[in-house]
Each structure stands twice: as C-alpha cells, then as structure tokens.
Antibody, heavy 119, light 110 residues
Framework: QVQLVESGGGVVQPGRSLRLSCAASGFTFSSHAMHWVRQAPGKGLEWVAIISYDGSNKYYADSLKGRFTISRDNSKNMVYLRMNSLRAEDTAVYYC????????????WGQGTLVTVSS | QSALTQPPSASGSLGQSVTISCTGTSSDVGAYNYVSWYQQRPGEAPKLIIYEVSKRPSGVPDRFSGSKSGNTASLTVSGLQAEDEADYFCSSYAGRNSYVFGTGAKVTVL
C-alpha cells in the first residue's frame, strides 16, 4: 500500500533553515507529482509546493516563493522541502501528498512532521 | 491564491444530513471541475473523500456526495454517523500550476 513518511521537523530559531524529507513506498514514485501542504496549529490546510514526476518543474505558493525549495530523488523515492529564513508564521505540520492526475486530487498523505519556529 | 471560504462549522443529528459549502472564484472553483474534498479526524492526516466535484474513491461510502454550481462547491453527508464527526476541507486547482484549499468546516454529530 502507498506509504508516505515525513521527517526532519523540529524546533528551529527564526531566520534559520530546515530541510524536510518524505520517504515514499508502495507505488511507482517516479510516475507521480508530489506536493507539500502545511497546516498551522488549529488552522486550515495551505498548499506549499509541487514538483513534477521527473523533477523538471516546480511551482510554489506565491507567499513562499524564494524561501522554500522543493526537490526529489527518484533513485531514493524521496521528496524534500528546503525552508530558508524561517518565520514564526511558518510553524505548522508539513504533509507530503501524492497527486493523482486521474483524480485531479491529493489521494495519499503522510502523517506530517511538525515544524516549530521559535526563539 | 486566497483560501476558499467554508463555514467554520456545521452540525446534524444522527441519521440526518449536513451540507458544507466551499466558495471560490471564477479562477479556481468556477473555472475547473477539479474540486476535491478531504476528511480530517483529530490527529490524523487528511483523507480524500470526493474528487472531480462529485466522484468518490473506492471505499468511501455513498453517504458522501459532492456538487458544484458556479463558484461554489458543496459536500453533503447523508445519514450522519458518529464517525463522520471531523474537519472537512475542500480544494481546487487554481490554474498556473497552483492549488488552493478551503478554510475548513468542523462537522459535529449531535
């Protein structure tokens, strides 16, 4: 079965950087676009970024452009999110999610990793 | 990329129905039939329950149904059961490789 496992979250000071990882299994990873979606405590979901199946195309939420970078390694079935210049408002649970173009929807989600930006 | 608007909460008695709206714009909900709905129970990851406005993935009960009119999509849960108590989020493709989620609605089963 499809499994997505995020890691790399933790407490980080404002202005610092962090890299999140998502390990995928149970499907042909190199055939699927992948996303990061975040959820601030007690808040709604916010789309962060998408990377195409082969890593050649990357798109970001306008509010995050320039600070966050999505990448993937199809040889390792991994997707990453590099977050720079972190701010308190970046505090959230970060989910990786598989996008299914047959459904035009996010059909599988990881359990998320919590990032807390605090001094 | 403004969030889609959902009512903060909705409620219904066991066995009754509840409908949640999701209002966007002519650039997202109104432009594409790529509206999806997600159920999120406390402490869990979101789960896809409706895709392409009104289609259900395998395993999702037919008590869940979706529709769209103009810039507003709706999710109806019929025959409410205790396990339907959760947060529900809508999502839409918003063009130019961007996506948007709704503000979320908490469904309470009375």
């Amino acid at each position: 079965q499809v499994q997505l496992v995020e890691s790399g979250g933790g407490v980080v000071q404002p202005g610092r950087s962090l890299r999140l990882s998502c390990a995928a299994s149970g499907f042909t990873f190199s055939s699927h676009a992948m996303h990061w979606v975040r959820q601030a405590p007690g808040k709604g979901l916010e789309w962060v970024a998408i990377i195409s199946y082969d890593g050649s195309n990357k798109y970001y939420a306008d509010s995050l452009k320039g600070r966050f970078t999505i990448s993937r390694d199809n040889s390792k079935n991994m997707v990453y999110l590099r977050m720079n210049s972190l701010r308190a408002e970046d505090t959230a649970v970060y989910y990786c999610a598989r996008y299914n173009y047959d459904y035009h929807a996010f059909d599988n989600w990881g359990q998320g990793t919590l990032v807390t930006v605090s001094s | 990329q403004s969030a889609l608007t959902q009512p903060p909460s909705a409620s219904g008695s066991l066995g009754q129905s509840v409908t949640i709206s999701c209002t966007g714009t002519s650039s997202d909900v109104g432009a594409y039939n790529y509206v999806s709905w997600y159920q999120q129970r406390p402490g869990e990851a979101p789960k896809l329950i409706i895709y392409e406005v009104s289609k259900r993935p395998s395993g999702v009960p037919d008590r869940f149904s979706g529709s769209k009119s103009g810039n507003t999509a709706s999710l109806t849960v019929s025959g409410l059961q205790a396990e339907d108590e959760a947060d529900y989020f809508c999502s839409s493709y918003a063009g130019r490789n961007s996506y948007v989620f709704g503000t979320g609605a908490k469904v309470t089963v009375l």
